[in-house]
């Protein structure tokens, strides 16, 4: 990104594991654009990927902090603030997790203790962190806080799982939350809808090729790329977007206003 229209601007980036990850991407493109941040992940996620790599790539820090426990974030955002030399003006939440989908459990056959693990980390996780940085007064008037959801929030996809459920309350959530952080703190919330994508979190999602195969004759613009991903929250931590929030934004070209394809008719059609 040859502009650099987050210069002097400092922040938070949730969830990057490895290169594969969203907010990997999304790193690399807020420092590209001249932004500033600390990467942080759970102490388990840091020791499975290769996040030490992306700080000495982007000049970041790393700080481990479990975003399911109040302390660590609290923590987090003090040390943050702290190393970046003020209060905060973005933050990404890139988190998701089922248990039940690691495990192969059916949507009719939940484990319930893993589907509200999977809950506490890939929703409520967002209220816990924005209660967080609501209460310090952590983010700079006309910050950005963006968390990543899928479309599966809004319609059926089977072999999502508890991971559409998650998915609705965190946009749920975004609203809820963003309303106050608006009025008390001119901050702006908002989740984008992103195209499916071949992350590593992504990939124990079953029959994830033929997600991205029917998206992708779905989408006149075809799926948008992690990278494309990060370019585009890049804009939404932006002085561009000041009066964008509560929104819940897709990202997925063209995808969730489609009703069929020509492409999809032609493969379906018993003359085909």
């Not at 990850?21 to 500033?36: H, L, P, R």
């Not at 000049?59 to 955002?77: F, P, Q, R, Y």
């Not at 809950?119 to 910050?143: E, I, R, T």
């Not at 779905?218 to 929250?233: F, Q, V």
Request: net charge negative; hydrophobic share 40%; charged share 20%.
């Amino acid at each position: 990104m040859s502009h650099k229209i987050l210069e002097g601007k400092k922040g938070i980036i949730f969830g990057a594991l490895d290169d594969q990850s969203i907010a990997w991407k999304t790193a690399e493109s807020v420092a590209d654009a001249g932004g500033s941040f600390v990467l942080t992940n759970a102490p388990v996620a840091l020791r499975m990927g290769t996040i030490n790599a992306l700080a000495e790539q982007t000049n970041s820090k790393v700080i481990a902090a479990d975003a399911t426990n109040l302390d660590d974030l609290n923590e987090l955002i003090d040390q943050a603030q702290e190393h970046l030399g003020g209060k905060l003006d973005f933050v990404l939440h890139s988190i998701g997790m089922s248990v039940n989908v690691r495990k192969g459990k059916h949507y009719t056959d939940l484990n319930h203790a893993w589907m509200t693990k999977g809950w506490d980390v890939s929703a409520v996780s967002f209220h816990k962190l924005m209660q967080c940085l609501y209460q310090k007064d952590a983010m700079n008037p006309w910050g950005s806080i963006v968390a990543l959801s899928y479309v599966a929030a809004q319609r059926t996809f089977p072999n999502y799982n508890d991971m559409a459920d998650n998915k609705a309350y965190l946009e749920s959530i975004a609203r809820s939350f963003g309303y106050f952080f608006g009025k008390d703190k001119k901050v702006r919330v908002n989740t984008i809808s992103q195209s499916p994508t071949l992350t590593t979190a992504g990939k124990g999602v079953a029959g994830l090729d033929g997600f991205l195969n029917y998206a992708e004759k779905m989408s006149p613009l075809g799926n948008a790329t992690a990278k494309e991903c990060a370019d585009y929250t890049v804009s939404l931590f932006s002085d561009y977007t000041r009066k964008v929030t509560l929104q819940n934004l897709f990202h997925d070209g063209g995808f969730s206003n489609v009703g069929v394809s020509q492409e999809i008719i032609d493969a379906i059609s018993p003359n085909s």
